[in-house]
């Protein structure tokens, strides 16, 4: 620690401080313009002047390190006049139009042009910027209002990484310009508003806010990302519309998130106005056939023949009924089914994107009420073989480590995963860890966003990635960079290993992958011992940390356990685990992927990964929910769900917040199998393409709406907050499920299971007593930070970092995998290998983000990215029509020439019903262990209709 004076008080600072952050961090303000905390000190607005003994002139504090024996004033005469000269420049150039500006009460300038009492200039008025670019939905450039502090060009470089902006011309006609003044569509922005955000004036501002109030009329309401598993904090500002119902003006983050600080991705900030859409079920359905079976109408109908993926004004083949007739009809056929056919007769799909208070209840009423083990969610088709295969080697199935522990790495290790654009906010880490000199190395096929920040992109063939660890692990165990105490003190089955990795050498791999094999060497040296770029690690160990990160395109394949394994037995080669900025880190897709499968929406375990077949434990579960007995047999997976139902195995299904005709692979099957099944109910927010193959439709609340919690992706707890009011009589899927479990209960006769709740922090209280992990979580201890699973008792802080003494098992497991390709590869047939997977833009499969207005412009259709070389084989123009076909569909899409893709490789985001990819996929081979069928990839050909077209021409001219 250092000695420094600072206004007469002694203070101990740390060593790398600047005079401005211990000030700060000791109570006593400076003012600052261009500062902020999260980006690299500028010292541009020289408001943050101070005096220091010894040198002759103020310095900037933002800039200046402390010293030992430093003695600092920050108030004087001269630093008053020297600020107040500052700003009033400033407003020499700006508009002093407070009294109607968007900004004001929220605007810095604005603040110290009162704190140094200037009305207006003393100086000659000359605005220099007359340019207003209004050029898309989220946010409004005027630039008379910037005062050059450089902040939105600093976070777009050092925290997004996008680089899209940057200072242009020089002198007083210097502006903030994209390259060539392009559009910002057209140039590297990726919208996330966090420029925006930090802008201490109104030369940026979100459009979505204008005109929607003052600052200090609007009413501020914290919550929860409801997108992907990063788990952002967001803040709501709220108006009040002219029916007094609250609206949202304009969404932000705030310093205190726990895994985002105050930094968004372009879905958290702006895609929230799918909640208000004019779609969103307000009412229980029921369709019209059965609504003329039961009574309900008299006319007659037949459920059309089309597809729900192409279907217009499907809300037409319904009619409204009341909650009560709704829940009688579903309770009446599922006690009637399992009373003539068993209670394995029901299936259930529970939900990501529910709370964890609501899939609880779910399950619960599946296994307590009905009596089945069938219920399951999208997890089986994400991240089921990181919890198979995390939980052989470790014990536990979830992230190791936290987030925001990336910033600190040495070496980022990021495989199958598009970070960038699914998990935008943790790719900011990785983004700051790169630009602090942490080496950042990259196994994908395609040329993702971080590519371009990358020390190493090895961008193997599609399914041969495999081959690439295996080398790796065959180089550190050759050269001796082997962690060799931790292996001996702390894992098992080393031998049997490294035996399997003998024969797989770089050599080997490159031939299998493409990938030369010095890369590959050279990727086994960076991660084994942590190497950096540049730069010195703040951890004192012999090597540097290394973090593995990974996500789908590692676990949707046919092999994805053995996968999840192999990354496993790498950090415990190497000794990469248990320590900060380290572990093997699935990054979980949807808002509350973790919390589902925590609290045992899968066939196999009950909430906290208790195995269904322990007779122990099932006795536990069946005391604690009031019942005799539970089902001992794992249940049905999705997929098996999905067949079963086409053998008329299962006649009944209950799906709450999930949309499997768009999700699931081989859609066509999907559809198929759902249209046969004698009784369908669906939970929805939306007439999804699912909901529109249900016999009852009931209208939920999103997450805006709701109460709860949800689970992030680094097994953080966080409280919701209700944004909004519910759309018409739309409910919690907690209360609903309650409501119909009690329901079903009582014609099937049973007594003794409690689902009078009170409300979530009830339902969250019950869980806390049959699940260790989430022992001592309760609704009253998450505050705005939540707490981190393992947290057993109320005493208990959470446990950020898994296994740093011991794993869950006891010894990491070493396991000896064999190198498999992927089921189906191209061939003469099918010569192109397709790789699905997600965009910016959109969500999961499109029911939220496909309606927020917005998102929608940037990304409003889907899309095949094509090599230029493949383009230029098939005469395909770039934004025209091509047909993509493999043996299950055939579907149309615009093209998208680009270097993104490798020759013989197609990637078809899966968001877009109209040109929905997972027609095109199989699960013609499961993961053995996960059940995870491989939706990642498959083979297929491509058809150019304009090149088809003009060569039958040129034919019948011939003849």
Avoid at 114 to 121: A, P, V
Avoid at 191 to 218: H, S, Y
Avoid at 552 to 574: E, W, Y
Avoid at 898 to 926: C, Q, S, W
Wanted: one cysteine or more; glycine letters at 8%; aromatic letters at 6%.
């Amino acid at each position: 620690m250092l000695n420094v004076t600072i206004d007469g008080k002694s203070l101990k600072v740390p060593q790398d401080s600047t005079l401005l952050n211990a000030a700060l961090e000791n109570g006593i303000d400076i003012p600052r313009l261009c500062h902020h905390p999260d980006l690299v000190p500028s010292g541009g607005c020289r408001l943050c002047l101070v005096e220091v003994d010894g040198y002759k002139d103020p310095v900037p504090s933002c800039t200046m390190a402390a010293a030992d024996g430093m003695v600092v004033k920050t108030n004087s005469e001269e630093l008053y006049k020297r600020r107040r000269d500052a700003v009033d420049l400033l407003i020499s150039d700006h508009p002093m139009d407070c009294a109607t500006c968007e900004k004001a009460g929220d605007c810095g300038l604005q603040h110290y042009a009162y704190i140094y009492d200037l009305k207006e200039t003393t100086l000659q008025k000359e605005i220099h910027r007359e340019l207003v670019q209004d050029d898309n939905p989220f946010f409004l450039r005027d630039h008379k209002y910037c005062i050059l502090c450089g902040r939105c060009t600093r976070v777009c470089s050092e925290v997004v990484g996008a680089d899209a902006i940057e200072f242009g011309q020089r002198g007083i006609h210097s502006y903030i310009a994209t390259p060539f003044d392009v559009e910002m569509r057209e140039s590297s922005c990726v919208f996330c508003g966090n420029c925006v955000q930090i802008c201490p004036t109104a030369a940026l501002l979100p459009k979505q806010r204008m005109g929607q109030g003052r600052e200090w009329d609007l009413e501020k309401v914290r919550s929860v990302c409801v997108y992907c598993g990063v788990g952002c904090q967001i803040e709501y500002l709220m108006k009040k519309n002219g029916n007094g119902v609250p609206g949202i003006a304009y969404a932000r983050g705030y310093e205190g998130g726990a895994a985002n600080g105050e930094f968004l991705c372009t879905k958290g900030r702006y895609g929230w106005d799918f909640a208000q859409s004019t779609e969103r079920l307000s009412e229980p359905l029921i369709r019209k056939d059965l609504a003329k079976e039961l009574g309900i109408t008299k006319q007659e109908w037949q459920m059309p023949e089309g597809s729900p993926l192409s279907a217009k004004n499907a809300i037409d083949n319904f009619v409204p009924v009341s909650w009560d007739q709704a829940l009688d009809v579903i309770a009446d056929r599922v006690a009637d089914t399992v009373k003539k056919n068993g209670p394995d007769s029901v299936f259930g799909l529970a939900s990501a994107r529910c709370t964890n208070e609501d899939n609880y209840v779910f399950q619960k009423m599946m296994r307590a009420t009905i009596g089945t083990n069938n219920v399951d969610h999208c997890a089986r088709l994400c991240h089921s073989s990181t919890v198979a295969g995390l939980a052989k080697s470790f014990g536990s199935g979830a992230m190791t480590n936290s987030q925001r522990e990336v910033r600190d790495c040495d070496c980022v290790f990021i495989t199958g995963s598009n970070t960038a654009e699914a998990h935008p906010v943790l790719s900011y880490e990785v983004i700051r860890a790169v630009k602090k000199g942490a080496n950042l190395i990259i196994v994908d096929p395609r040329k993702i966003p971080l590519t371009r920040h990358a020390t190493l992109h090895l961008q193997a063939a599609s399914g041969t990635d495999i081959f690439i660890f295996m080398a790796m692990m065959n180089v550190i165990l050759r050269e001796g960079w082997a962690d060799t105490e931790f292996i001996k003190a702390r894992t098992e089955n080393f031998d049997e290993f490294a035996r399997s990795v003998a024969e797989i050498t770089p050599e080997v791999a490159s031939e299998q992958s493409g990938v030369p094999a010095a890369d590959i060497e050279k990727a086994a040296r960076i991660y084994a011992l942590g190497e950096r770029a540049f730069g010195t690690s703040i951890y004192s160990d012999v090597r540097g940390h290394s973090s593995i990160l990974y996500s789908m395109g590692i676990t949707q394949r046919s092999n994805g356990t053995n996968l999840v394994l192999t990354l496993s037995n790498l950090a415990m080669l190497t000794g990469h685990i248990g320590k900060p900025s380290t572990g093997v880190n699935p990054l979980r897709g949807q808002s509350n992927v973790q919390g589902a499968c925590d609290l045992g929406a899968l066939p196999n375990v009950y909430p906290g990964y208790q195995a269904v077949t322990d007779e122990a434990l099932r006795t536990k579960m069946a005391a604690a929910w009031g019942v005799e007995k539970l089902p001992a047999n794992v249940g049905l997976t999705v997929v098996e769900t999905i067949h079963a139902s086409e053998a008329g195995t299962v006649k009944v299904g209950l799906i709450m917040g999930e949309n499997p005709m768009m999700s699931d692979p081989d859609i066509g099957h999907v559809e198929k199998s759902l249209r046969i099944l004698p009784f369908l109910a669906v939970s929805e927010i939306f007439l999804s393409e699912t909901a529109q193959l249900a016999h009852v439709v009931l209208p939920a609340t999103s997450a805006l709406e709701k109460d709860g919690t949800f689970t992030n992706t680094e097994r953080r707890v966080q409280k919701l907050t209700p944004v909004l009011p519910a759309p018409g009589s739309a409910r919690d899927d907690w209360h609903v499920f309650c409501d119909l479990a009690k329901r079903i209960g009582e014609r099937l006769g049973l007594k003794g299971v409690n689902y009078d709740f009170a409300d979530t922090a009830a339902v969250a209280d019950e869980i806390t007593q049959v699940s260790p992990i989430y022992g001592g979580i309760s609704h009253d201890r998450l505050g705005t930070r939540g707490l981190v699973w393992p947290c057993p008792d109320k005493n208990h802080p959470g446990t950020p970092i898994l296994h740093t003494t011991e794993f869950k098992r006891g010894k990491g497991l070493f396991v000896a995998v064999p190198p498999e390709l992927p089921v189906e590869r191209p061939d003469e047939e099918y010569p192109f290998v397709l790789s699905t997977g997600r965009v910016l833009y959109h969500y999961h499969t499109g029911t939220m983000t496909r309606r927020s207005a917005p998102l929608h412009w940037r990304e409003p259709k889907g899309y095949v990215e094509i090599s230029e070389q493949d383009a230029a084989a098939l005469e395909v123009l770039d934004g025209r029509p091509i047909y993509v076909e493999s043996r299950r569909a055939r579907i149309r899409a615009l093209a998208r020439v680009t270097d993104r893709v490798p020759p013989g490789t197609v990637f078809i985001p899966f968001h877009f019903r109209e040109a929905a990819a997972n027609l095109l996929t199989h699960d013609m081979k499961l993961d053995p262990t996960s059940k995870i069928p491989e939706l990642k990839m498959c083979a297929v050909r491509l058809e150019n209709p304009a090149a088809k077209k003009k060569a039958a021409k040129a034919t019948k001219a011939a003849s």
